[in-house]
């Protein structure tokens, strides 16, 4: 039986939005044969110290681990805007990843990035670049998409070079529109062919010569 390379597609979404985002990323890794998409997400954070989450989400994606990230071949990484930064919960998370970040666990593997906010100049680009940040601090290969897409050039919704993007609207009532939905998907398959290229050399029998 041919091994499986595993794609990590991990976010945070409070409403749901990114989770949309995710569950088509997922979709694009998962359109490229011998490779499997992991959604996980993060717990939310509280500023009252005695406040805890679940051990098992109540619905959606269940918590990431730290074996996860070891586990993946590469990631994508979501969050919704918080003034044009990544949600605390998942800087929170990636700032418990000093022992992965330490031993290289994410060095060479390649990432990208998506995220939603609530109005369509509400700091999605910066919310990429804030997220790209860790990434690149872990000696991961960010990538973004190519203007190879034309849907970046007729977009009036979400959609950038950096990532995917989704304009949820101010009340999160905005449905994923086309553009938003290809992008999302070719993100995720761009992502899950550059992985596999890169563990071709390791998994000759999966992949074939190069």
């Known amino acids: 039986m041919n091994p499986t390379l595993t794609i990590l597609v991990l976010y945070y979404s409070r409403h749901g939005a990114t989770r949309k985002l995710a569950e088509l990323i997922a979709q694009g890794v998962e359109s490229v044969p011998g ?3 992991r959604l996980r997400t993060v717990p939310a954070v509280s500023t009252v110290t005695e406040a805890t989450e679940p051990a098992i989400p109540d ?4 918590y990431v681990e730290l074996q996860d990230l070891a586990e993946c071949a590469g990631l994508a990484l979501g969050s919704p805007t918080r003034f044009g930064n990544m949600a605390a919960a998942m800087k929170y998370f990636l700032d418990g990843t ?4 330490l031993a290289g666990t994410l060095s060479g593997k390649p990432a990208v990035v998506f995220a939603s906010t609530g109005s369509l100049h509400g700091g999605q680009e910066a919310t990429l670049l804030s997220m790209m940040i860790p990434l690149l601090h872990h000696g991961m290969m960010v990538m973004g998409l190519p203007y190879t897409h034309p849907e970046l050039m007729t977009t009036s919704s979400g959609g950038s070079p950096y990532g995917a993007t989704h ?5 999160g009532d905005k ?3 086309e553009d938003e939905k290809r992008l999302a998907i070719a993100l995720g398959r761009r992502l899950a062919e550059a992985g596999a290229r890169l ?3 390791l998994q000759p029998q999966l992949y074939g010569p190069r």
């Open 98 to 101: 000093a022992a992965e970040w």
């Open 35 to 37: 490779v499997e998409a």
């Open 175 to 177: 449905a994923v529109t």
């Open 59 to 62: 619905g959606g994606a269940p």
């Open 167 to 171: 304009w949820a609207g101010i009340d």
């Open 199 to 201: 563990q071709a050399p």
